[in-house]
């Protein structure tokens, strides 16, 4: 018994030694941090009172400026990270030695939880061959065979905006919409499905789509190792997804690519393309080829990616527009004269003429950017010239894209709503990596041509059918951002007086 309690005490003793080694890893190397808290790290007030990119964000500008090196120490529960500083450090990470900074460093784990292996979480090799296999998925030709069906699906969002301010003159919670017209957009797109999202509010792709978000598998409790240790946590064999998400997802794509193959439908969506590489697979072509668990999850994450984020930003622009009458008229005239021009119709060509609406969600995405960091992982040791600051394999790089974005030095009276600062000799004058909303280099968004596309329909055409202004009492002013959400959101929805524009 004495030799059990000497061990224990010893074990102990160790954990104790080795947790405050590591929690004292940027003092020890006199990189400047907050002190952490155990085990949460400087992240305590993640999920509580902070949204987590505000939180790099209020790091960045605590030290910026403050250093005498390009970023600060931070701990992400037991993970070393650190928090660029200066942009044109993260123009080094995310593009001049994107060799030594290619790798995200979240959880995948492509054995037990197939959906997570997507191009997102993926790395090294593996990243790259999916990058290139997918990259002719996602030209300007492929968009425009798309377009049609964006604009189907956008006929159908004014429709319900008509009905549903018609019912309810006093206020419209417009999140939920916009969530259902990317659903049905993307449900089309990538799955060749109609999801009726828009005229059903429960339909399973919208549930099944905000569960994948919101919902964890094993609760919050188990952050700690999905998101503080991914790779323990992969050879643990823990899993990330839902199982009803999994299960949902899985039985479509397998159901959608078995009908198409044996009844040889063609949609020239995204779902073809992927079907394509699949079909290579199988016939031998293992090197351009992708299996059926891959286009699954590719499928996902095509899914996931564009129904948050565009929806999202569809919401911000509209919150946004009701708070600046000025701009939303001055973006209303160009809509409605683009569209005079082409008798009425929005086309893949009259929309690019929209360099306004452009503006504007460009002024958006700067100001809430719904993905309000990038994050990379050291694949390799990197060397600063001042040795104090080189990176260790192994350490996590925030990029604070929302930081970033709000920095006076970059954009003047940041809090202030001015597309205007997109205008082409303003835009010059910005250094590289100001404007981070789909990130930037090897590793950028490979769906922002989609996204941006389906974006501008939705926007192009609630500008030109509906008004939009803040309601005295339910519209929340400033807007409020959600905690328990890793990407941006409004919290409660946003509410809005939408009345229809009656044309002459």
Known sequence: M????????????FAAWFVHQHFNYWKSRGIPHDAPKIPFGNTSELMKTMQL??????????????????FVGFYMY???????????????????????????????????????ANLVNT??????????????????????????????VGDDLIKVFEQKSTVSKDSLEITDILARFTADVIGSCAFGLDCHSLSDPKAEFVKMGTAAITERRYGKSMDLFLFGAPGLAAKLRMKQTVQKVEDFYMNIIKDTVDYRVKNKVKRNDFMDMLIDLKVKYDDGDKQNG????????QAFIFFLAGFETSSTTMGFALYELACNQDVQDKLRTEVDSVLGKHNGNLDYDSMREMTYLEKVIDETMRKRPVVGHL????????????????IEEGTGVIVPSLAIHHDPEFYPEPEKFIPERFDEDQAKQRPACTFLPFGEGPRNCIGLRFGRMQVVVGMAL???????????????VPLEYRTDNILLSSKGGIHLKVSRIEKK
Do not use: C
């Not at 790099?56 to 250093?67: D, E, I």
């Not at 994050?375 to 080189?390: F, L, W």
């Not at 609630?462 to 519209?475: A, D, M, R, S, Y």
């Open 123 to 152: 790395e090294g090799q593996k990243w790259k061959t999916l990058r290139q296999k997918l990259t002719p998925t996602f030209t300007s030709g492929k968009m425009k065979t798309m377009f049609p069906t964006i604009l189907d």
């Open 290 to 297: 992708l299996t059926f668990n891959e286009i699954a999850a």
């Open 78 to 116: 037991f993970k070393t990270m650190v928090i660029v500083t200066d942009v044109d450090f993260a123009k080094t990470v995310l593009i001049r030695e994107f060799d030594k900074f290619h790798d995200r460093g979240v959880f995948h784990n492509e054995r037990d939880d197939p959906l997570t």
């Open 2 to 13: 004495a030799v059990l309690i000497v061990l224990l005490v010893g074990a102990l003793t």
């Open 53 to 70: 990119s505000d939180i790099f964000k209020r790091t960045y500008f605590n030290y910026k400026n403050k250093t005498d090196g390009p």
């Open 375 to 390: 994050i990379r992982i050291a694949t390799q040791q990197y060397e600063h010239s001042n040795p104090k600051y080189n």
């Open 462 to 476: 609630l500008i030109h059918n509906f008004k939009f202004e803040l309601h005295p009492t339910k519209t929340v």
